[in-house]
């Protein structure tokens, strides 16, 4: 959905992310989950910054409170009983990407549903960085691919369509994030 942040909201959480991240406030992203959490720079090499409600800054409290009201929407029209929300920010550097996966956990279906904001400036399709995201029909093509321009959200059933983020040749900026189920 293009156009879902207007532009100093998205440009305002771009900022916050990219100074976070100059000061170090950013760490490698690995897989998985508890135990079997580990870094494979082979699958994923982004960098994140987990954002914690209870010390969340003002911008990261705007896409929270946004969240929050899509939750409550998807609630409301498509009864899917999704009550919380976890979320991080994401630089991906020239060249990173990340394999084809699905947002699950092998052992847990938590994650029903998956969002992303995009937060990148005047983005260009010949500087890659497209999230590919696989249909499993063959009434369609086998793939979408969706610039990363910035105020453009994405939501998607985490388990029903593999995708992944294609390299770029510039830092590629989003806010990602999972409704959740319990458990």
Do not use: K
């Not at 100074?19 to 960098?47: T, Y």
């Not at 699905?102 to 998956?114: E, I, L, N, T």
């Amino acid at each position: 959905m293009p156009g879902y942040a207007d532009g100093p909201e998205w440009r305002g959480l771009a900022a916050e992310g990219q100074r976070l991240h100059r000061h170090g406030g950013f760490r490698h992203a690995g897989i998985g989950r508890g135990a079997s959490l580990r870094l494979a720079p082979e699958v994923r090499d982004d960098r994140v910054r987990w954002v914690d409600p209870s010390t969340a800054t003002r911008r990261q409290r705007g896409w929270l409170a946004r969240m929050e009201a899509l939750r409550r929407i998807l609630n409301e029209r498509l009864l899917l009983g999704l009550f919380g929300f976890e979320t991080h920010l994401a630089c991906y550097p020239p060249g990173a990407r990340y394999r084809t996966h699905r947002d699950r956990f092998a052992d847990a279906a938590h994650r029903p549903v998956s969002v992303l904001l995009y937060l990148n400036e005047d983005w260009r399709a010949n500087q890659g960085g497209a999230l590919r995201i696989y249909h499993e029909t063959a009434d369609q093509p086998p793939w979408t691919d969706v610039a990363p321009a910035g105020g453009t959200l994405v939501a998607f059933l985490s388990d029903a369509f593999p995708h992944e983020v294609l390299p770029a040749i510039r830092e590629r900026w989003s806010a990602v994030g999972w409704f959740g189920q319990r458990r």
